[in-house]
């Protein structure tokens, strides 16, 4: 995201009713249907505008774009990889994530069941080990049947988020953007790449939500950070049940930027 772009967006979320982040624990909504769309940054400040009467923004100290840091696990053999490269459900992603505006850490395990509903198990904690070596944090893993498995850490991921709270329905939406990658031998960016996030208790609930972003020309497309992130820094694992979103991808950057390919297909 160029200067110009990301100073647009920050003031285009100042006038928004704010929450705050004790607010915004209230509902959690760990257990939910969500809807995932992409766009590029420079169509970002007009979905922003859109949402300024239905909704509120998280404010901390004053500030409403805070940036996420969250260290993914995986095994040798890429498991939960290719679980979901596979279109497996009953699957799980397993994480460590920080916040800018905190100095806690949360352990994590987001589960997508066989009915597409998210359940995510947290564990909060200023001194959460990168090892997970924790016997609650042991016991979480068992719950996903996980906790024989040779988990490491794999990739990490940092952008930039905001959320925002809907003043009448139990409903979040977070946008992430400036995502760069890291994992022991490779890092490279997707500064232009926006991912929106819809989290609901209800599923009838996304109707209104959907039907903005179908005006918007916003494109629904389900993908995970980390699957994006896998892919991006590492050229030969297989990804052709990915081809069609990563081509997407690829064309609606490509066309803005002049580039011809940021993920191999």
């Given at each position: 995201?160029?200067d110009?772009?990301?100073?647009e967006?920050?003031e285009a979320v100042?006038?928004?009713?704010s929450?705050?982040?004790?607010?915004?624990d209230?509902?959690k909504l760990?257990?939910r249907f969500?809807?995932?769309?992409?766009l590029?940054t420079d169509d970002l400040n007009?979905?922003?505008?859109?949402l300024?009467?239905?909704?509120s923004?998280l404010?901390?100290a004053?500030?409403?774009?805070f940036q996420?840091k969250?260290?993914y696990?995986d095994?040798d053999d890429n498991m939960?990889?290719?679980l979901?490269h596979?279109?497996?459900?009953?699957?799980?992603?397993?994480?460590?994530r920080?916040?800018?505006s905190?100095?806690?850490k949360?352990?994590?395990v987001k589960f997508?069941s066989?009915k597409?509903?998210?359940y995510?198990?947290?564990?909060?904690?200023?001194q959460?080990?990168s090892?997970?070596n924790?016997?609650?944090?042991?016991q979480?893993l068992?719950?996903y049947?996980?906790?024989d498995?040779d988990l490491?850490s794999?990739?990490t991921?940092?952008?930039?988020?905001?959320t925002?709270l809907?003043?009448v329905?139990?409903?979040?939406i977070?946008?992430d953007?400036d995502?760069y990658?890291?994992?022991?031998?490779?890092?490279?960016?997707?500064?232009?790449l926006v991912?929106?996030?819809?989290?609901?208790?209800r599923?009838s609930d996304?109707t209104?939500?959907?039907?903005?972003?179908?005006?918007l020309?916003?494109q629904?497309?389900?993908?995970?950070?980390y699957?994006?992130?896998?892919?991006?820094?590492?050229?030969q694992?297989k990804?052709?049940?990915?081809?069609?979103?990563?081509?997407?991808?690829?064309k609606m950057?490509?066309e803005?930027?002049?580039?011809?390919?940021y993920?191999?297909?």
């Amino acid at each position: 995201m160029t200067d110009a772009v990301r100073n647009e967006v920050q003031e285009a979320v100042l006038p928004f009713e704010s929450i705050s982040l004790l607010e915004l624990d209230s509902h959690k909504l760990l257990d939910r249907f969500d809807t995932k769309f992409v766009l590029h940054t420079d169509d970002l400040n007009k979905l922003i505008t859109k949402l300024q009467d239905d909704y509120s923004s998280l404010e901390i100290a004053d500030e409403r774009v805070f940036q996420y840091k969250t260290l993914y696990y995986d095994t040798d053999d890429n498991m939960l990889y290719n679980l979901h490269h596979n279109g497996k459900l009953n699957r799980s992603k397993v994480r460590v994530r920080e916040y800018s505006s905190t100095s806690i850490k949360y352990f994590e395990v987001k589960f997508k069941s066989n009915k597409h509903k998210v359940y995510k198990t947290r564990l909060a904690g200023s001194q959460i080990d990168s090892e997970l070596n924790n016997d609650t944090i042991n016991q979480i893993l068992k719950k996903y049947n996980l906790h024989d498995k040779d988990l490491k850490s794999k990739l990490t991921v940092t952008y930039n988020r905001m959320t925002f709270l809907h003043k009448v329905l139990p409903v979040k939406i977070t946008v992430d953007w400036d995502l760069y990658f890291k994992n022991c031998i490779n890092e490279r960016e997707l500064s232009e790449l926006v991912i929106v996030e819809f989290k609901t208790a209800r599923p009838s609930d996304a109707t209104e939500f959907t039907l903005l972003m179908k005006e918007l020309q916003i494109q629904e497309l389900r993908v995970s950070k980390y699957c994006l992130g896998v892919m991006l820094l590492d050229s030969q694992i297989k990804r052709n049940r990915f081809k069609q979103k990563l081509m997407f991808i690829n064309k609606m950057l490509g066309e803005r930027n002049g580039s011809a390919e940021y993920f191999r297909v």
